[in-house]
């Protein structure tokens, strides 16, 4: 049976070892330093800064114990930005354990309020969490996923291709990107030849950019 046990990384921020996969769900440099970096920054913000928009939707493959949601919200209502976020998770994590990991500490009490009280709910329907967040959670393998809309961002967050080949394969990634809008920005932690061939075939520009604390770079991509 798989199980996981909490972990203090680096910036004194948890993150869950998963026992099954063999790996931790965030860098043990810091695993909220790496969600501001990895997804805000270079994926979130990076958008925003170009567009402008009043709505940003952002699709996450690996929802996992919530923190890139919840980043992504805080760091949205202090822009006076509505969102629509949407997380794909094969393996749901209990809510009484969400609740442990501390990240009330890193967003707004009411976000933090929120969340954990229409985070199970959201597994079956799509909750506002306030008047300008919305989230909608998935509970299936990543190539049933379907979905009637296409988004601005695409935080790829699955386990490293050593634990989770099935993640990395072309099949995989063209399916992803598939729900990503014309212009939409594709991000993830990792960043290898394969990947980035493939996404170039997918028809992305890809560029490599600084990684966070423990990984020297990343990949972005822009739909093309």
């Known amino acids: 049976m798989d199980t996981n046990s909490f972990v203090v990384t680096a910036d004194g921020s948890k993150t869950l070892y998963h026992s099954g996969i063999g790996e931790h769900y965030h860098s043990q440099h810091g695993a909220v330093q790496e969600s501001k970096h990895v997804f805000v920054g270079m994926g979130l913000s990076h958008f925003l800064n170009i ?78 969490l306030n008047a300008d967040c919305l989230l909608t959670a998935v509970h299936c393998e990543i190539l049933h996923f ?27 990634l063209q399916h992803v990107t598939a729900f990503l809008k014309p212009g939409g920005i594709f991000v993830t932690y990792a960043i290898t030849g394969h990947l980035k061939r493939t ?14 604390p423990g990984k020297r770079e990343m990949l972005r991509a822009i739909k093309m």
Request: net charge negative; charged share 15%; aromatic share 12%.
């Open 199 to 212: 996404l170039k075939a997918l028809g992305f520009t890809v560029e490599k950019v600084p990684g966070a």
């Open 51 to 128: 567009h402008e928009p009043e709505v940003v939707s952002i699709l996450e493959i690996g929802l996992g114990t919530g923190l890139n949601f919840l980043l992504s919200a805080d760091f949205c209502m202090q822009k006076g930005v509505q969102l629509d976020y949407v997380g794909v998770e094969a393996h749901p994590l209990p809510s009484q354990l969400v609740a442990q990991t501390g990240y009330d500490r890193y967003v707004s009490a009411s976000l933090w309020a929120s969340f954990l009280r229409q985070y199970s709910g959201s597994w079956h329907t799509l909750q506002a």
């Open 146 to 172: 379907t979905i009637g809309k296409q988004f601005d961002v695409l935080y790829f967050d699955a386990f490293a291709s050593t634990r989770q080949p099935e993640m990395w394969t072309e099949e995989t």
